[in-house]
């Protein structure tokens, strides 16, 4: 047999894969995007955690929904956790003004629940959960764990992104507001007492949402084993709202 | 620059501001050491929606520059949604009205403030019958009180109506229809308390997020919750729901009454409560065809013939809902030990038979004994921060007096001018005109009978949302005769038409009151000055009605001016001239007078001094005898409510029929006015998105919230796409018999349409959709129906494809 003969199955299936390559180019680059049933969403939400997510095959590429994070779920995220907490210098000062300036850059004054800084599909309070649960460090990028008790309806507090493909985008409206900036560290007693905390704890109950090891490097604290924050780092009392009114409890 | 660029620049400036505040911050001595954010926080309902959360304001250098939820506030328990954390922005954009502006050879002008009052005293003054206010419900309770002074005692003019008349005026027959007194029997703590929750044409993840949450987020503590949308589309309350039931437009009608046609059918009424606190009633004619509030009552055995032909099979062939689902409603309705609490909102308020649906829900939880416990209640939602306070209560609508009454009762007209200190006779006993006839008054020729001649609009944006905007409004263009007076934050599409923009102090730089949705009335105090020349609203008509005096009107019967302000000493203040507006607080004033009309029907509210301690309070809120003063959760029922006589459980002392009880209705299902056909084949709704608040004139200026939501969109099925070769994002035109835009279509979008049905949010001021809705009204409510009108979509141009 020649080798020749022997190649021709390999150039049909060539001939065929760059076929279907075209097809799938020409689609991807029609000025629409076609219409694909929703479907899979609820069965990937009940299988569990296991594998890295698969590419899809370009013959199934109409019937699988391929919106953002649609397959939140279908990868083994636990890898993507950070590592147990350990003690580490204190971060440098250009470290903590590079996360501060990072900070404020998605939210609208210090205080203001944090934008969200990429798109989404709101499945439901677990996809976003999926991720900001405990908080997951991809390479750069950095999803914080979250600060707060759970609650079901993230966009209600947390603005999404546009979904700048369908409505496009528009440029910012001139506002002339002056925002309540970022504290940089809270003042000390005296020299050697620990920081007061510069910021409400109301909805940052979990410390660690910022200052743990999945939070940005600049605010990470240096003490990452000591779990009871705040036995030595006081609150603000007139940002936390303390008056002589006893506080009503969040539905109990 | 683009914005990437400019948010990144602005991201930038920010941070670094925030570091040299802080260093500075730092290295001053500060011997205590003590942890301040050196914001100065004083508390204030949020600006937005009817849910009336309260916020704490942080302001330095005379700016708002933070908000934080109040944690102490029993409404919201420190969360907001989306728009209440960014409220404060809403102040700052960078096109705020600083100065009086006319209309001169088609371009605003501007000019000094008492030339501006003097152009508005004209007016008034020579044709003070043709004059108009056109108000709304985000007017605090002053500024409401003082336009209907103005209006109804000042002018005998009654041509005052609020822009709620297009978002809760159903709510209001439907309330007084059933209970003879207008707002809620429950309250929020229904929310905690109902095992089931269903919604009625209602979104509220979207559109009053911290009040579903605040039931969602019981699912987390373990608690069972049934959540039921009943829907014409799929949106983010679906997604949390049990049971998504979609209907055809209108036939919820058929639905409520499907229910009910079941319990009796089936014996498994609550029979005790129905003996003891319910009446029947129906409208007149043969077909139930003539409608009013009043009606005329029935036997039960007569509301169970009427009810006889409403099976679950045929409301499933009228509704689409199957008949199971039907029966499940029924049986849940039957079960005495489940807590049933039905929100609704403008589904069943914007709708031409919107008295009549509100009727016949409340309807189903009386004739189910689903009333007057904590979690069991028919409770209303309102879209405005004062809708209830200012509109409702204050009585801003064109049959209205305030506290419950109306000017077509000689003894109600007489009380308000013996409060006034008018004569008898003053008040005109004949409604003035509601707002579709007020604008299509205006908006016609006085040649052929347009009879009212200048509109004065306050805190609303009537160029947006008025329905048939080509009839209601855009007709004014070029009608020399008519004037247009518009007092602003913003240019808007309404300024665009003004001949006179007068500019408006906002939010916290005024001192205001609103009431929301669960009848609390809430407080609040300036905090930092208005731009340029902007002024408050009560100022504005204060000093309209000073010059008025000057020229002989606005006298009380002994010749007082009507408006006069005292300082605490009893002497007169000149509140009138800006320089002294504030040497009192005018609003206190003004809300004391207020409230002596407020006992007639029992919603009495207390003094203004104990608004300033709380986060509001319900009304009615009584004195007790150690002088404190209590607020009521729970009106009708007994264990809660001051006014039930003893013993009787559940009373409602407002009865129409005067024994005490509430009246159950029967509404016959009935075709809406305009239904999809050949040349329009789809439904047509509208409504709002989470990110903006009603027309965008402040949410579109918060940076965040405008980036989120840029622009308005249509969504659309994906089989109605794929019919019409449509995808997303391509460009669209909606044509109706009234006008026709062009926006892009969104297909499985933040809502999803079932196919023949498109959605349009109305917060975009480029892409205004009421081009295209229709002005057929309720006949008993008069309020607008933007909820459903025959559409046809067009294929326009590929997303992205150059115009």
């Avoid at chain 2, 700016?63 to 506030?73: C, D, F, N, R, T």
């Avoid at chain 2, 604008?439 to 947006?464: K, L, M, R, Y």
């Avoid at chain 2, 997303?728 to 969104?746: F, H, K, M, Y």
Wanted: charged letters at 20%; a neutral charge; glycine letters at 8%.
């Amino acid at each position: 047999m020649s080798p020749l003969a022997d190649s021709k199955p390999l150039h049909v299936a060539l001939a065929a894969i760059a076929g279907i390559a075209l097809i799938g180019y020409l689609a991807g680059t029609g000025g629409s995007v076609p219409v694909v049933s929703h479907g899979g969403g609820a069965d990937l939400a009940k299988s569990a955690p296991s594998a890295v997510p698969q590419a899809v095959p370009y013959t199934q590429m109409t019937n699988v929904d391929m919106s953002r994070n649609a397959n939140w779920n279908s990868g083994d995220l636990a890898a993507l956790r950070p590592g147990a907490d350990t003690r580490k210098e204190p971060a440098s000062q250009a470290e903590t003004d590079a996360a501060l300036a990072d900070r404020a850059s998605n939210r609208a004054f210090a205080g203001a629940p944090p934008t969200i800084p990429h798109s989404i599909d709101q499945v439901s309070a677990a996809s976003c959960l999926a991720c900001h649960g405990e908080g997951l460090i991809v390479g750069e990028r950095r999803a914080s764990r979250i600060s707060h008790p759970a609650y079901h309806n993230c966009t209600q507090c947390h603005v999404a992104a546009a979904p700048s493909a369908v409505v496009g985008t528009r440029e910012a409206p001139p506002s002339i507001a002056v925002t309540k900036p970022e504290p940089s560290g809270g003042p000390r007693a005296n020299l050697g007492a620990p920081p007061q905390m510069p910021h409400p704890a109301w909805m940052r109950q979990d410390c660690r949402s910022c200052h743990g090891p999945a939070g940005r490097p600049g605010l990470q604290t240096s003490h990452p084993e000591r779990l009871n924050c705040q036995q030595c780092h006081t609150a603000a009392a007139n940002s936390e709202q303390r008056t002589s009114m006893p506080p009503a409890t969040l539905g109990q | 620059m683009r914005r990437r660029d400019f948010l990144k620049t602005s991201a930038m400036a920010m941070a670094a501001s925030a570091l040299t505040i802080d260093r500075a911050q730092a290295a001053d001595p500060q011997p205590a050491g003590l942890a301040d954010d050196g914001l100065t926080w004083d508390k204030a309902p949020c600006r937005f929606c009817g849910t009336g959360c309260h916020v704490k304001v942080g302001v330095k250098d005379g700016k708002v520059q933070a908000i934080a939820g109040a944690v102490e506030a029993e409404v919201n328990k420190g969360l907001l949604c989306v728009k209440g954390y960014h409220v404060g922005l809403a102040l700052y954009g960078a096109d705020r009205l600083t100065t009086p502006l006319l209309k001169k050879d088609g371009k605003h002008v501007p000019i000094s403030w008492d030339e501006a009052l003097t152009i508005v005293a004209d007016k008034i003054q020579t044709q003070p019958k043709t004059f108009a206010i056109y108000g709304s419900g985000q007017w605090t309770i002053p500024e409401g009180y003082i336009c209907q002074k103005l209006m109804k005692g000042g002018l005998s003019n009654n041509h005052i109506d609020p822009n709620a008349r297009l978002c809760m005026a159903s709510a209001v027959t439907g309330f007084i229809g059933t209970y003879g007194v207008d707002e809620p029997a429950g309250c929020y703590d229904d929310l905690d308390a109902c095992d089931v929750l269903i919604t009625w044409g209602n979104n509220p993840a979207e559109m009053h997020p911290v009040l579903f949450s605040r039931v969602i987020d019981r699912r987390s503590r373990g608690e069972k919750i049934t959540i039921i949308d009943i829907g014409t589309r799929r949106t983010r309350t679906t997604e949390h729901a049990d049971h998504y039931l979609e209907f055809e437009p209108q036939s919820d009608m058929a639905i409520a009454n499907g229910i009910c046609h079941l319990l009796i059918k089936s014996g498994s009424y609550d029979k005790a409560f129905v003996e003891k606190h319910c009446n029947f009633r129906r409208n007149e004619g043969e077909q139930h065809e003539k409608k009013s509030l009043k009606g005329i009552p029935c036997t039960f055995a007569e509301y169970e013939t009427y009810l006889e032909e409403y099976t679950p099979e045929r409301v499933e062939e009228i509704s689409g809902v199957s008949a199971d689902n039907i029966r499940m409603l029924a049986k849940l309705f039957a079960d005495p030990n489940k807590r049933i609490t039905s929100l609704w909102c403008m589904g069943m308020n914007q709708h031409t038979r919107g008295t009549a649906i509100n009727c016949l829900v409340h309807g189903v939880h009386l004739l189910s004994g689903h009333f007057g416990k904590p979690g069991d209640a028919p409770t209303s939602l309102t879209g405005q921060p004062s809708a209830c306070g200012t509109a409702r209560e204050v009585g801003t609508l064109a049959h209205a007096l305030p506290g419950g009454r109306i000017v077509a009762k000689e003894p109600h007209r007489q009380q308000s001018e013996d409060i006034w200190n008018l004569p008898h006779g003053t008040i005109s006993p004949k409604p003035g005109y509601h707002t579709i006839a007020m604008w299509d008054h205006f908006c016609t020729p006085t040649a052929e009978g347009g009879d009212i001649s200048t509109i004065w609009v306050q805190v609303t944006n009537p160029g947006q949302t008025l329905p048939n905007l080509p009839k209601l409004f855009e007709r004014k263009e070029g009608l020399e005769d008519k004037f247009l007076i518009v007092s602003d934050v913003y240019p808007t599409a309404t300024t665009k038409l003004a001949d006179l923009i007068l500019p408006s102090a906002m939010w916290v730089e005024k001192n205001g009151m609103f009431g929301n949705s669960e009848r609390r009335t809430q407080q609040w105090f300036k905090m930092v000055d208005p731009p340029g020349q902007a002024r408050d609203d009560v100022w504005q008509v204060l000093a309209v009605a000073r010059k008025l005096y000057q020229r002989g009107l606005m006298k009380d019967k002994d010749g007082k001016f009507l408006f006069e302000i005292h300082n605490e000493q009893g002497q007169e203040v000149p509140a009138w001239d800006w320089d002294h507006y504030y040497d009192v607080n005018v609003d206190k004033q003004l809300f004391e007078e207020y409230r002596l009309f407020t006992t007639l029907k029992h919603k009495n509210l207390a003094p203004y001094d104990e608004y300033v301690k709380s986060h509001g309070l319900r009304w009615p809120v009584l004195e007790q005898a150690d002088g404190t003063w209590r607020e009521t959760r729970f009106r009708f029922s007994e264990f809660d409510d001051p006014f039930v006589t003893k013993g009787a459980g559940i009373e409602f002392y407002h009865s129409t029929t005067g024994d005490g009880k509430a009246q159950v209705w029967f509404h016959p299902y009935e075709d809406p006015p305009e239904k999809p056909d050949a040349a329009y084949p789809l439904w047509l709704c509208t409504g709002r998105v989470l990110e903006h608040w009603h027309t965008g004139s402040m949410t579109m200026r918060v940076p965040q919230l405008r980036r989120a939501m840029p622009s308005s969109y249509v969504e659309v099925n994906p089989q109605d796409a794929k019919s019409l070769g449509i995808g997303n994002g391509d460009i669209v035109a909606i044509d109706t018999r009234r006008g026709s835009i062009e926006l892009p279509a969104w297909i499985k979008g933040r809502g999803a349409p079932p196919p023949g049905r498109i959605f349009v949010p109305f917060f975009d001021e480029r892409l205004l959709i009421n081009k295209c809705t229709l002005d057929a009204y309720c006949p008993i409510s008069k309020q607008p129906d933007y909820k459903k009108c025959a559409a046809k979509l067009r294929f326009v141009r590929r997303a992205g494809a150059r115009t």
